[in-house]
Every structure is written in structure tokens, then in C-alpha cells.
């Protein structure tokens, strides 16, 4: 199992900026891919950004060139900074990993999820 706890988020401006951090903590030892994803009153979770255990990075079009994500193995941490926030930023972000061999019945990757942090950007 792996335990996943995000921090940082809050209330800002348009055009301000936030980092938020995930702690990864559990077995461990075998993730590989670290994610972000954020969900919207009546939307959908959508991924934000992703990063693999060699360093590749993937954004969403929506967020690239204003968010970027990265990791330091040596603290479990994935962190998202946020810059240039929107309003339609607006969202509960949640933390994700995967971890390499971990499958569910039905041989589909396993998703460890964290509690979810609210991002609010005002107009």
C-alpha cells in the first residue's frame, strides 16, 4: 500500500502562483509514475501533469508552459508548481501513483489516490 498526503493549497489571485507538495510514504519502493490530477464541481478528474521515475514529464494542453511538476526521491515528494493561475484552475487536486507490477484484477495499473487539496483562484 502506499499512502499519499498533498499540502499547499489555498485561496489566490488571478495571475498568482502556488506549489503544492505530495508526501508518498507505504511500500514505495517500486513507484514509478507520480501524478497530479484535479477535479471541478461537476466535472471530471482530469490529469494536470505527470512524471515518471526517469524524469518524464507530461502536461496537460491546458496547464503547459504555467504549471510544472517535479520530483526528489530522496524526500518521496512529488511537488506542482502553479503559476499564472486562473480562475478555471479552480479545483480539488489530488495526488496519484503507480507503482511497477501493481495490478488490480483486472490487470489494470493500480492508482493510490491522496485526500485531495483545494485550489481556489478568484477573478
Known amino acids: 500500500q502506499v499512502q499519499l498526503v498533498e499540502s499547499g493549497g489555498g485561496l489566490v489571485q488571478t495571475g498568482g502562483s502556488l506549489r503544492l507538495s505530495c508526501l508518498a510514504s507505504?511500500?514505495?519502493?517500486?513507484?514509478?509514475?507520480l501524478g497530479w490530477y484535479r477535479q471541478a464541481p461537476g466535472k471530471q478528474r482530469e490529469l494536470v501533469a505527470a512524471?515518471?521515475?526517469?524524469?518524464?514529464?507530461n502536461y496537460a494542453d491546458s496547464v503547459k508552459g504555467r504549471f510544472t511538476i517535479s520530483r526528489d526521491n530522496s524526500k518521496n515528494t512529488v511537488y506542482l508548481q502553479m503559476n499564472s493561475l486562473k480562475p478555471e484552475d479552480t479545483a480539488v487536486y489530488y495526488c496519484?501513483?503507480?507503482?511497477?507490477?501493481?495490478?488490480?484484477?483486472?490487470?489494470?495499473?493500480?492508482?493510490?489516490w491522496g485526500q485531495g487539496t483545494q485550489v481556489t483562484v478568484s477573478s
Open positions: 512524471i515518471t521515475s526517469g524524469g518524464s514529464t
Open positions: 507505504g511500500s514505495i519502493f517500486s513507484i514509478n509514475n
Open positions: 496519484n501513483a503507480r507503482r511497477s507490477g501493481d495490478y488490480d484484477v483486472l490487470r489494470r495499473a493500480r492508482d493510490y
